[in-house]
């Protein structure tokens, strides 16, 4: 387990998007999606397991233009499940990153088997 400051943290979340192509970047930003740090999950959202991170919305690949306004969807990136699981602070940046793109994956309707097959599970 290892702990760092909420503040880096957040800096290894946004060097995660930040290493995003340019394209995907705008995607993101224009798809009406908000991308949260929490300490936990709620219970309603980990249904009793360990979760690293979750997309909650509606993928770019189901939207439509008459649905109509929708609340932001919203990738969560959970800090104290990673943190536990971390051995070091590289290990844990790297965890972070591979959360922060298996989650923006689902965001474009990637599913978890082909998220892992490209290693992003």
């Given at each position: 387990?290892?702990?760092?400051?909420?503040?880096?943290?957040?800096?290894?979340?946004?060097?995660?998007?930040?290493?995003?192509?340019?394209?995907?970047a705008?995607?993101?930003?224009?798809?009406?999606?908000?991308?949260?740090?929490?300490?936990?999950?709620?219970?309603e959202?980990?249904?009793?397991?360990?979760?690293?991170?979750?997309?909650?919305?509606?993928?770019l690949?189901?939207?439509s233009?008459?649905?109509?306004?929708?609340?932001?969807?919203?990738?969560f990136?959970?800090?104290?499940?990673?943190?536990?699981?971390?051995?070091?602070?590289?290990?844990?940046?790297?965890?972070?990153?591979?959360?922060?793109?298996?989650?923006?994956?689902?965001?474009?309707?990637?599913?978890?088997?082909?998220?892992?097959?490209?290693?992003w599970?």
């Amino acid at each position: 387990m290892i702990r760092i400051p909420r503040e880096e943290f957040e800096e290894a979340v946004n060097d995660a998007l930040d290493s995003l192509p340019d394209e995907i970047a705008r995607a993101i930003a224009q798809a009406n999606v908000a991308i949260l740090i929490e300490e936990e999950p709620s219970p309603e959202q980990s249904g009793g397991t360990e979760l690293l991170g979750l997309y909650e919305g509606i993928p770019l690949d189901q939207r439509s233009v008459f649905d109509g306004y929708a609340q932001p969807d919203r990738i969560f990136v959970f800090s104290g499940p990673l943190q536990r699981m971390a051995g070091s602070r590289e290990h844990l940046v790297q965890e972070i990153a591979v959360t922060v793109l298996h989650e923006v994956g689902h965001l474009f309707g990637i599913s978890d088997a082909r998220l892992h097959e490209l290693g992003w599970g």
